[in-house]
């Protein structure tokens, strides 16, 4: 019985990985690390927050820009969960188009 149970918590990980993975596409690693912790959440919540901060200088090193979280004007991100979950960083040719297109409307 104690294999089911720990098979069972390696499926759950497993999916909970997947899941944050495709939402946030850096929740899975920091879920990874924060397995080896005992209060799992807090490292989580730490690792994630950690890992967030250090995308503002990889991205570039990966060929992408930041979309402006709190910036106001004519290209920005339409809600602050895109910002949260990792989701505002385009190529720069991508950036540059958006931004011709949003001064022309």
């Keep these: 019985m104690p294999y089911f149970f720990g098979m069972l918590r390696i499926l759950a990980n497993t999916i909970l990985f997947v899941i944050l993975t495709l939402l946030t596409q850096l929740g899975g690693v920091a879920w990874l690390a924060a397995l ?7 490292a989580f919540l730490v690792l994630y927050a950690v890992l967030t901060t ?3 200088w990889v991205a570039p090193l990966f060929g992408r ?10 290209l920005q991100v339409q809600s602050w969960m895109y910002c949260a979950m990792n ?19």
């Design 36 to 42: 080896r912790f005992e209060r799992r959440l807090l």
């Design 54 to 56: 250090a995308t503002i």
């Design 87 to 105: 989701r505002n960083y385009i190529s720069p040719e991508l950036a540059s188009a958006l931004t011709d297109a949003a001064a022309k409307l």
């Design 65 to 74: 820009v930041a979309l402006s979280c709190t910036k106001e004007g004519p």
